[in-house]
């Protein structure tokens, strides 16, 4: 079974900061991982996924996440925090007929 | 870009009653609905997939009979909580299925609807 944790309930940076969310998968097959953000009061909305091409994604408003195999990890980052990015970010692995695993979400928070 | 839209956004009923909540593609045709439920500051939980034209499937531990999913058209879904109770208070969120131009949905394009705030009194 697909699977995916997310190790940080909460992370808090500054703005112009770097933000790092942390997302391990376990899959028994090549995964498909995605993240996605959740604006309160907004539906899900795609950032970036990685289908076994380029391990490094690069995603909009200026994400990216690294597939790493030997760690089993699909971490999110972005140079610099902007207060719009203030949100839910979900780690999501593909789970086979389309369904999607979703990890328990990561809020993030920015302070100015 | 795809949009998918839910109605209503938000809804409160008496225990008992019945309440349905509709999710459209606005401007492309899904054949795969997905409808999640998603409890505060939780994650979503997968309750179901909805293909046109055929029976939902639902994920275990869900009640078929509670929660009636009918996915008539390409591009309309809808969820039905039969005899509401206040723990089916949640957040509902449906998504649909991008179909690729082979035929083939693109795995992994689902594009969510804004979400259907119940809450059951």
């Known amino acids: 079974a697909q699977s995916v944790t997310q190790l940080d309930s909460h992370v808090s940076v500054s703005e112009g900061t770097p933000v790092l969310l942390r997302c391990n998968y376990s899959?028994?097959?090549?995964?498909?991982l995605f993240w996605y953000v959740q604006h309160p009061n907004k539906g899900l909305q795609l950032l970036l996924k990685?289908?076994?091409?380029?391990?490094l994604v690069k995603g909009i408003n200026g994400f990216e996440a690294e597939f790493k195999k030997s760690e089993t990890s699909f971490h999110l980052t972005k140079p610099s925090a902007h207060m719009s990015d203030a949100a839910e970010y979900f780690c999501?692995?593909?789970?086979?007929?389309?369904?999607?695993?979703f990890g328990q979400g990561t809020r993030l928070t920015i302070n100015p | 870009g795809a949009v998918v839209s839910q109605h209503p956004s938000w809804v409160i009923c008496k225990s008992g009653t019945s309440v349905k909540i509709e999710c459209r593609s606005l401007?492309?045709?899904?054949?795969?609905m997905f409808w999640y439920r998603q409890f505060p500051k939780q994650s979503l939980m997968l309750m179901a997939t909805?293909?046109?034209?055929?029976?939902?499937?639902?994920e275990q531990g869900v009640e078929k009979d509670k929660f009636l999913i009918n996915h008539a058209s390409l591009t309309l879904s809808t969820l039905t909580v039969t005899s509401a109770h206040p723990e089916d208070s949640s957040f509902y969120i449906c998504?649909?299925?991008?179909?690729?131009?082979?035929?083939?949905?693109?795995?992994?394009?689902?594009?969510f609807g804004p979400g259907t705030r119940l809450t059951v009194t």
């Open positions: 909805s293909n046109e034209g055929s029976k939902a499937t639902y």
């Open positions: 998504s649909a299925a991008v179909t690729g131009t082979s035929g083939t949905s693109v795995y992994g394009e689902q594009y």
């Open positions: 899959s028994s097959y090549s995964p498909s």
């Open positions: 990685y289908t076994s091409a380029a391990t």
């Open positions: 401007d492309f045709q899904a054949t795969t």
């Open positions: 999501v692995v593909g789970g086979g007929a389309q369904k999607l695993v």
